[in-house]
């Protein structure tokens, strides 16, 4: 159980920052950047709470917020192809400096949420996609954010 405490807190950690990260945003591609990160944040809560035993684990549901994440996470390169920043802006430039680097985390995080959207049918399964998804986002914002 212990494993799945840091992608869990991860989660209500960037969830709670992302709600302040918005006030103020001037830049509308920033904007819809962290408007992204918010859905694949609200996913991933979604998960968690299966995870946690908050919510009962249901697996079409699960399925559901996994497939949301993966969209997210398709849609990452394009919304961060301009070098758009803002003062309220999270992500490091070096996201330009490396951007291939940085699409490939996108990348890394499509193909496990994807793999889970797809394949999901057991709480052990949601369990280990969730560390996977943790892992991926994990390391993007090691990398690439403030």
């Known amino acids: 159980m212990t ?3 840091l992608p869990i807190t991860l989660s209500a950690l960037c969830v709670s920052t ?4 918005h006030t103020g945003v001037q830049n509308p591609a920033v904007l819809a950047r962290m408007e992204s990160m918010k859905v694949t944040q609200d996913s991933t809560k979604v998960l968690g709470a299966m995870v946690k035993g908050d919510v009962t684990f249901d697996a079409v549901i699960a399925r559901a917020a996994a497939e949301t994440i993966a969209k997210e996470a398709a849609r990452t390169k394009s919304l961060f192809e301009g070098q758009e920043t803002d003062p309220k802006s999270e992500a490091l430039p070096t996201i330009w400096e490396d951007f291939d680097d940085f699409n490939a985390k996108s990348r890394d995080l499509y193909a496990v949420a994807t793999a889970l959207s797809v394949s999901l049918e057991t709480e052990e399964e949601l369990r280990t996609g969730l560390s996977q998804i943790g892992d991926a986002c994990k390391a993007c914002h090691e990398a690439y954010r403030e």
């Open 18 to 21: 992302l709600a302040v990260a």
């Open 3 to 5: 494993r799945f405490i």
